[in-house]
Every structure is written in structure tokens, then in C-alpha cells.
């Protein structure tokens, strides 16, 4: 069964650096979403991408954050200059687009601790 | 805007027992999608069901069933004959938007203990 994939799946950085999570959506999906999750936390929207484009994005998107589809397979979210409370689960999610199929499947995500 | 509520932070089930969570949420549409989703202490994200609003029919996935109020705004999840493996904390989420511009909004969650 197809799958999201995410690497790495543990990130530990220093404030102030720059880190790139990596996202590889289901082949044949179309959206493109990120979601964070700080520990014992409920889980957040990000941003959502289609057509190369950010469709919709949160308050907790500032200008520290960046998405970008690099070819063809992979979706990558980049935080620019991280702070302590960038610490958190980021979760990568694809859907397709109509009817049930507008379902987000979530990838395995990648847990980020900035030291 | 959009809220979903989750007023059981912790539940617990004999092995084999029937447990059923509970979710409110809070909206002026009318078509709307809502979904459980599971996480295990892996913190990965599993999809366990989805509901579309337009359908009076409440979803089914094996043990899995929900009980959808549309008019209550309720979307409770039944979990049947639990098994060891459901232990995880549950999380409610109502998808909404237009287009492209589509999130998932989440409840706080419900942490399912299963005992043996």
C-alpha cells in the first residue's frame, strides 16, 4: 500500500540553524500539507501546497518557514534559523483531491529538538 | 472558526470490551469531511476512519464504527472487542476549507488505555 515517507526521523540542531525535512507524498496525490506537533500537544496546520503553490498557511507559518517541491517526488519543509520552540513533531500529509479522496494521509514525521 | 472538542483526555477498556469516544465540533457548513485518527506511542498518525457529512449512513471499518449526529454536531467512535493494539491516544479532526486551501483542524486528543 502506498505510503508518505519522511526523513530524517530524528533531527537535533543548534538555534539558530537551519534545518530541511524531507517528504516524499503518495505518487499519484496532489496536496501537500504540514503539521507540527509539540509534545503532549495537539496537532497544528502549517501549510498547504498544490500546483506549486502555497494554498493556505498559519499563524505559526512566519517567514522563518519555507516549503518547496524540488522535483518531482519530494516535498521539503525548511526552517530557517530555528528557535527552542521549533521543537516539536512535524508530520508531512498528501491527499488527492475529490469526494473521500480529499483524506490526508499522514507520514511517520520527523521529531525535531533544537538545543 | 472551526473547533473540534475532545472532553475525555483519558479513557480505559477491558481487553474485549466496547469503549466509545467522544467529539464535538463546532461549524456553519454543511458539507464537511471528519476522520479519527490514531497514534500510538511511535507518534506516527493512522487514519482509523472518516465520515463524509452528506452521507446519513455512519462509516464502519471492521471494529471501528462512529455514531455521526450531524444535527448535535457529534462524531463519537465506537471501538469493538478491543484489543491490546488500540491502546493510543485518538485524535478527532474536521477537515475544512475550499479548493486547495484545505486543513484538518484537531481535537486535544483521547488517550485509550487497553487492559488485559
Known amino acids: 500500500e502506498p505510503e508518505v515517507t519522511q526523513t530524517p526521523s530524528h533531527q537535533v540542531t543548534q538555534m539558530g540553524q537551519e534545518v530541511i525535512l524531507r517528504c516524499v507524498p503518495i505518487s499519484n496525490h496532489l496536496y501537500f500539507y504540514w503539521y507540527r506537533q509539540i509534545l503532549g500537544q495537539k496537532v497544528e496546520f502549517l501549510v498547504s501546497f498544490y500546483n506549486n503553490e502555497i494554498s493556505e498557511k498559519s499563524e505559526i507559518f512566519d517567514d522563518q518557514f519555507s516549503v518547496e517541491r524540488p522535483d518531482g517526488s519530494n516535498f521539503t519543509l525548511k526552517i530557517r534559523s530555528t528557535k527552542l520552540e521549533d521543537s516539536a513533531m512535524y508530520f508531512c500529509?498528501?491527499?488527492?483531491?475529490?469526494?473521500?479522496?480529499?483524506?490526508?494521509?499522514f507520514g511517520p514525521g520527523t521529531r525535531l529538538l533544537v538545543l | 472558526a472551526q473547533t473540534v472538542t475532545q472532553s475525555q483526555p483519558e479513557m480505559s477498556v477491558q481487553e474485549a470490551e466496547t469503549v466509545t469516544l467522544s467529539c464535538t465540533y463546532d461549524?456553519?457548513?454543511?458539507?464537511?469531511?471528519l476522520f479519527w485518527y490514531k497514534q500510538p506511542p511511535s507518534r506516527q498518525m493512522i487514519l482509523v476512519i472518516r465520515?463524509?457529512?452528506?452521507k446519513q449512513q455512519n462509516a464502519t471499518e471492521n471494529r471501528f464504527s462512529v455514531n455521526f449526529q450531524k444535527a448535535a454536531k457529534s462524531f463519537s467512535l465506537k471501538i469493538s472487542d478491543s484489543q491490546l493494539g488500540d491502546a493510543a491516544m485518538y485524535f478527532c479532526?474536521?477537515?475544512w476549507g475550499s479548493g486547495s486551501a484545505r486543513q484538518l483542524t484537531f481535537g486535544s486528543g483521547t488517550q485509550l488505555t487497553v487492559l488485559p
Open positions: 465520515q463524509e457529512a452528506y
Open positions: 479532526a474536521y477537515l
Open positions: 461549524t456553519s457548513e454543511s458539507d464537511y469531511y
Open positions: 500529509a498528501s491527499s488527492e483531491d475529490f469526494g473521500g479522496r480529499k483524506t490526508q494521509y
